[in-house]
């Protein structure tokens, strides 16, 4: 039987998983009855958001075709995962908005998909509705992406139409497998007799283990064999073998082309992760298939539970949560405002969000995220470099020569009306404007070298606030740059806190200082002295606010008298509040810091 591999491309919500559902229903894989919206998106947290968060691969056949079609994630965040799922496929359909056309993250998986040696099969979605306009997005996709408009597919996924002349457009169009483009160029690490597949995404069962998504490449797996993770150098065995349709279908063996999975019996998926070899043969020094690398977390946050008693818990849900997301890092830290916690690497902010919501949701945990931070380099005055990803790891002005921090390539995609507030946006974060182009008459791309620090937080909210919503956008790591950084301390009473402290650029240092100071003067309850809130560099004070003393009247209780009376009273409470500022101490309850965090 002929095969033919492909996957689904395309930006945010210009209806992907509408798609696949349609392909399962056309092609019979799943029955009308069983049919549901987002089919292939299992969790509930994709089916609410109307996004995908995990991909997931399904065997279909048309006409007599076997067609495995990989159904990717369209958000930044999980690009990597894209990539691999690009690496096991010979073809690629990207879904284009007819009502938006397209946008930021549609041209970043365009090119990652040409870097891959892929046949691209340019599809208009959403024809059927009245916003639609088809011959004009036709257009801008030929003006910028090259193909020709009249080759364009249009197809309706929501209602079916044009579904099936895309899977006749399937078969016709993506080469019958023989090494993906990227595998071409390094024809000899095929060794005759030998097994290559790779592992394009693996998921951990209860009962099972884990569960590696494969591409064989070379030679064939059977249920039985003795296999090797080459980048790991674990010994597995192949306990199940198949394919899914979208249910686990179990058969005797994979072949040379064919995308199914391997029951490993693995108990963790760091052991099985996305991009490495799984081989078999008898080579002494096998190598594997390219393209492989780790994946490092760009984003890092404190996790803390709201209550001590729930330290262990989060500890085990963190634990289990990694078992089916190799991204997620974790490693016990120390707080002295908020107690016993996590530092946590994600992969962008909205991989945090996933991740805080699934515990509080799976795990019914109340935790609280401290501000996201990135991961800066140190350069020693031994000249040797090291990596923080926790600000107060940062030793004192000194000690150190220069901080490097991330530099990211961001595009970003607007109607023309909002060049200049995008520009100024940009640029206000130390943006550096790279380039400018049309894609229409109405739209423009720019692009932007900046910091990663100045996007992570709310820098799309901003972007999407000046453009009323209309302008997307990417980004990639470009490297590390050194940068006038300094360490931002907030003091309480004369005492660090230590969760609140910042690495920031030295020019924005006085804003996001007194931003916080006064935000800590509305949230921590008065004493019975006045309270000193200040922001520091070094040993530089920068910022301050002062929270006033509660104030008591001691003269209530004298009724007429002498004068005299009244001042005694009033000289002893001045002694005590003096005695009190000198060896008072301030604890900010818990309470009280979630809120200021939260807000």
Known sequence: MEIRNFCIIAHIDHGKSTLADRLLEITGTVDKRAMKEQLLDRMDLERERGITIKL????????GVQLNLIDTPGHVDFSYEVSRSLAACEGAILVVDATQGIEAQTLANVYMALEHGLEIIPVLNK???????????????????????????????????????????????????????????????????????????????????????????????????????????????????????PDYSPTPIIKTGEV????????????????????????????????????????????????????????????????????????????????????????????????????????????????????????????????????????????????????????????????????????????ISKNLQYVGEKRVELFFEIPLASIITDFYDDLKSITSGYASMSYEPIGIRAGSLVRLDILVAGDRVDALSQIVHKDDAFRIGNSWCEKLKDIIPKAQFAIAIQAAVGARIIARSTISALRKDVTAKLYGGDVTRKNKLLQKQKKGKKRLKQFGKITIPQDAFFAMMKK
């Open 56 to 63: 997931q691969p399904v065997r279909m056949q048309w006409k």
């Open 127 to 245: 024809i059927d509705l009245p916003a639609a306009e088809p011959e004009r997005r036709a257009e801008e996709i030929e003006k910028l992406l090259g193909f020709p408009a009249e080759d364009i597919l249009m197809v309706s996924a929501k209602e079916g139409k044009g579904v099936p002349d895309l899977l006749d457009h399937i078969i016709q169009k993506v080469p019958i497998p023989g090494g993906n483009e990227l595998f071409r160029t390094v024809p000899e690490i095929f060794t005759e007799g030998e097994t290559r597949a790779l592992i394009f995404d693996s998921t951990f069962d209860s009962y099972r283990g884990v569960v590696c998504s494969v591409r064989v490449f070379q030679g064939e797996i059977h249920k039985g064999d003795k296999l090797k993770l080459l980048k790991s150098s674990r010994q597995i065995e192949a306990l199940e073998v198949g394919f899914l349709n």
């Open 260 to 431: 199914g999975y391997v029951v490993t019996g693995l108990k963790n998926v760091t052991d099985a992760k996305v991009g490495e070899t799984v081989w078999k043969g008898k080579s002494i020094t096998p190598k594997s298939l390219p393209g492989y690398k780790e994946v490092t977390p760009f984003v890092f946050a404190g996790v803390y539970p709201t209550s001590g008693e729930d330290f262990s818990f989060l500890r085990k849900a963190l634990e289990k949560l990694s078992l089916n997301d190799a991204s997620l890092t974790f490693s016990p830290e120390h707080s002295g405002a908020l107690g016993h916690g996590f530092r946590c690497g994600f992969l962008g902010l909205l991989h945090l969000d996933i991740i805080q919501e699934r515990l509080e949701r799976e795990f019914d945990l109340d935790i609280m995220i401290t501000a996201p931070s990135v991961s800066y380099h140190i350069i020693d005055n031994a000249t040797e470099s090291h990596e923080i990803s926790n600000p107060g790891e940062l030793p004192d002005a000194g000690n150190y020569q220069e901080i490097l921090e991330p530099w990211m390539k961001i595009t970003i995609l607007c109607p023309a009306e909002f060049v200049g507030s995008v520009m100024e946006l940009c640029t206000s974060r130390r943006g």
